[in-house]
């Protein structure tokens, strides 16, 4: 079946460094998503992305974050500037439709 | 704006019974679609069950049902013969849908312990 794949699975970087996750999401599939859940928290919305464009940002999606489709199947988010409280699972999502979205299983990042 | 409460912090049953998930939302949008997710302790999203708000009926996918009561904006989700792989974090979310490719809104999650 596929899936949404996400690498690297873990990601230690010093604060101020820049990070980039990267997703491929699922291949026929025409929106994707970036989340984020802190430890023991709930999973939070950063982006959507659409046609090669951004669809819907947060408030959490400040200009210390980008993301790129470069090609046909890579997703990336880019964190220029990392900081403390940017520790988090970062989570890739992919959708056909509005019935389902589908998660990768997660970079968990780790900013020191 | 879209709000998903889920106000059962913890939550045990015992293996072989069953076990309803408590999950509430408010939206001012007349199409939604609401949503349960699995998290074990792997920490991977697992999808479940999707319910649209003009479905006419609940939703089942195995042993996951969804109670779906239009009117008291509540999406309960039923777990039938409970397991021990059923142990994880469970959310619920939704999505409004005047916009396609809408994004997910979650609520605070549910930690089920099923025991032996």
């Known amino acids: 079946e596929p899936e949404v794949t996400q690498t690297p699975s873990h990601q230690v970087t010093q604060m101020g460094q820049e990070v980039i996750l990267r997703c491929v999401p699922i291949s026929n599939h025409l929106y994707f998503y970036w989340y984020r859940q802190i430890l023991g928290q709930k999973v939070e919305f950063l982006v959507s992305f659409y046609n090669n464009e951004i669809s819907e940002k947060s408030e959490i999606f400040d200009d210390q974050f980008s993301v790129e489709r470069p090609d046909g199947s890579n997703f990336t988010l880019k964190i220029r500037s990392t900081k403390l409280e940017d520790s988090a699972m970062y989570f890739c999502?992919?959708?056909?439709?509005?019935?389902?979205?589908?998660f990768g299983s997660g970079t968990q990042l780790s900013v020191l | 704006a879209q709000k998903i409460t889920q106000t059962q912090p913890g939550m045990f049953v015992q293996e072989k019974e069953a076990v309803t998930l408590d999950c509430t939302y408010d939206?001012?949008?007349?199409?939604?679609?609401l949503f349960w997710y699995k998290q074990p302790s792997s920490g991977e999203m697992i999808f479940l069950i999707y319910q649209g708000s003009y479905d006419q009926q609940n939703a089942t996918e195995g042993r996951y049902s969804l109670n779906f009561q239009k009117a008291r904006k509540s999406a309960n989700l039923v777990i039938s013969a409970s397991q021990l792989g059923d142990s994880a974090m469970y959310f619920c979310?939704?999505?409004?849908?005047?916009?396609?490719?809408?994004?997910?809104?979650f609520g605070q999650g549910t930690e089920l312990s099923v025991k032996p």
């Open positions: 939206t001012s949008d007349p199409s939604y679609g």
């Open positions: 979310a939704m999505r409004e849908l005047y916009n396609q490719g809408g994004k997910l809104i």
């Open positions: 999502a992919s959708s056909p439709t509005t019935e389902k979205l589908f």
